[in-house]
């Protein structure tokens, strides 16, 4: 395999129309530097693998005989990429005229940067909310007693949520969604793939505390630019998400929060996430019953 400047990771489960449109954007939008493409479908059941197949010859297709989840999916595009720069590119994106160069020349300028988060505008054209903070145990509190939610644009108590950021300003951040979350390959080597141990949620939040760790800058850089229609996997699979993303949670605590101190947050932050699941999950069930 020729080695590419960037390349483009994308983990599909049974969203063909939307990896189609994200393929075509790529090929409409294309990086000016050498490029792939890595498509890993985890065993769709409407086509998908066969339709990017037939259209894309020249995308790299891994075919998974199960849902290996998000983070393995991932790091099996990783494994088979040769680029300097690996874009981890969710399905429901499209992307503009220069993302790839703008993103590209970004990470070329700031080598001590470790990944970049895009500007992501929604089909309503509106900006959305793709930047948090890491889930400390101040975090985890104020969200679980509801102080957070309750003084939105506090800078200590909504230190989670962010709800003061603006998305106008190139800056740091701690956690960028991993809807478009392009990784410098030193960082990859040095802080390591995903941990699987976070199949669907918080893995891309778990990857950016290491880096972070490791010396790495993460940024959040509004010049870099893509549509997000949101949610298309998890869409399908609405009220088991809420569950999921609980898990997620506690278990990234667990694993960076481990020491006795931490502990009667974590307790008190179970109980809250599992209300919340609960909830939560209830509420999805309606809605995807009423159409």
Same mark, same amino acid.
């Given at each position: 395999? +020729?080695?590419?400047?960037?390349? &483009?990771?994308?983990? @599909? ?18 990086? +000016? ?6 498509? &890993? ?6 086509? /998908? =693998? ?13 075919? @998974? ?5 998000? =983070? ?5 595009? #990783? ?41 992501? #505008?929604?089909?309503?054209? $509106?900006?959305?909310?793709? &930047? ?7 975090? &985890?509190?104020?969200?679980? #007693?509801?102080? +957070? ?20 300003? !190139?800056? !740091?951040?701690?956690? %960028? ?19 699987? $141990?976070? %199949? ?21 850089? %509004? /010049? ?14 609405? %009220? ?18 481990? +020491? ?8 008190? =932050?179970?109980?809250?996430? *599992?209300?919340?699941?609960? *909830?939560?999950?209830? $509420? ?8």
């Amino acid at each position: 395999m +020729s080695e590419a400047t960037l390349s &483009v990771v994308i983990v @599909n489960w049974n969203t063909r129309n939307f990896v189609l449109d994200a393929l075509r954007s790529i090929r409409d939008h294309p990086p +000016s530097c050498a490029f792939e493409v890595i498509v &890993v479908d985890n065993a769709s059941s409407d086509g /998908s =693998a066969d339709a990017v197949a037939l259209e894309f010859s020249d995308v790299t297709l891994i075919r @998974n005989n199960a849902n290996e989840g998000y =983070a393995r999916g991932n790091n099996q595009g #990783i494994a088979r990429a040769s680029g300097e720069f690996v874009l981890l590119l969710n399905p429901d994106v499209r992307v503009h005229e220069g993302t790839f160069d703008t993103a590209v020349a970004y990470m070329v300028s700031h080598p001590d940067v470790g990944a970049i988060g895009a500007r992501q #505008i929604g089909a309503d054209g $509106r900006v959305q909310r793709s &930047v948090r903070g890491f889930p400390t145990p101040a975090a &985890v509190a104020w969200e679980a #007693i509801g102080l +957070s939610r309750a003084f939105p644009n506090s800078r200590l108590l909504a230190a989670y949520r962010m709800g003061w950021f603006t998305y106008d300003e !190139e800056c !740091e951040v701690d956690q %960028p969604m991993g809807t478009f979350l392009m990784i410098r390959r030193e960082a990859l080597e040095r802080v390591g793939m995903l941990d699987e $141990r976070f %199949p669907i949620f918080f893995n891309e939040v778990d990857w950016c505390c290491r880096a972070k760790q490791a010396g790495f800058r993460i940024m959040f850089v %509004p /010049s870099v630019s893509i549509t997000h229609y949101g949610g298309a996997g998890t869409r399908l699979v609405a %009220p088991e998400m809420a569950w999921e993303s609980r898990r997620g949670l506690l278990t990234y605590y667990r694993k960076h929060y481990s +020491s006795a101190r931490h502990w009667p947050v974590y307790v008190l =932050a179970v109980a809250t996430s *599992w209300l919340y699941a609960w *909830w939560n999950s209830g $509420r999805r069930r309606q809605r995807s019953a009423g159409g």
